[in-house]
Each structure stands twice: as structure tokens, then as C-alpha cells.
């Protein structure tokens, strides 16, 4: 896995890349009350706001890691918000992508360097 400074996590699937938060970011949000994600079939480019998640702490926009096209989301965690605290690195994922150019996942943290990042 990958991580951001934006405290996303990226996994590869195949040709795909799945994009969730870290339990870092999910802890410090607090109880997730709500996720807004994006359509299927959206183009995306780096950094955009892409996901919106609420908690009782705070409003947080999730942006976009990479340029690509979303193939699918995780309906679940739109019916059920309070997965994002539970599994964050797991079931909670949001959206999956296909990135226009996946030699750009070289940019991003490995998990040792996330953890020295959070320190």
C-alpha cells in the first residue's frame, strides 16, 4: 500500500487503484456520520475534492490521489458511515480508479514512511 499526506491510503487491484483513509485519519475525525462519494464514471485529476465525510468532530473533503477515471464506489460505507471507524484500511474503502499513469504511485509514502510521517 501507498499512503498520502492527505492520510489516504492507495492498494493496487489488478489494473485499479483502491482509495480509502487511513485509521490515523479515521481516529482523528472521530465518529463518521456521513460520506458523500463520488459518481461512477467520473473523470478525476489530482487533487480534486472528491469525497465529503462528516463526523460529529468535523466536515472533511477527501481528494482526489491521482488522475483517472472512478469505476466503482462503496455504497456501503454511504449507508452505513460509522464502517469508516470500524475497517478504515479494509472494507471502508471508497472508490476505486483507474490511473491514467500508475508509475505516479511512486510519488506517495510506503507504510513505514506514513508511520514516521504520523510520528
Known amino acids: 500500500m501507498k499512503y498520502t499526506e492527505e492520510h489516504e491510503w ?10 480509502g483513509i487511513t485509521a490515523h485519519a479515521a481516529e482523528q475525525l472521530g465518529d463518521v456520520v456521513f460520506v458523500e462519494l463520488p459518481e461512477v464514471g467520473q473523470t478525476l485529476t489530482r487533487d480534486d475534492e472528491v469525497v465529503v465525510i462528516e ?3 468535523a466536515a472533511s473533503d477527501i481528494l482526489a490521489p491521482l488522475d483517472g477515471e ?3 464506489v462503496n455504497d456501503a460505507i454511504v449507508n452505513d458511515p460509522g464502517k469508516v471507524n470500524e475497517d478504515p484500511e479494509g472494507e471502508a474503502w471508497f472508490f476505486k480508479m483507474k490511473v ?3 508509475s505516479a504511485l511512486d510519488d506517495f509514502m510506503d507504510e513505514a514512511g506514513y508511520k514516521d510521517f504520523i510520528g
Do not use: C, I, N, W
Open 55 to 57: 463526523s460529529v468532530k
Open 70 to 72: 472512478v469505476t466503482e
Open 10 to 19: 492507495l492498494r493496487v487491484e489488478g489494473d485499479v487503484v483502491v482509495v
Open 100 to 102: 491514467e499513469d500508475m
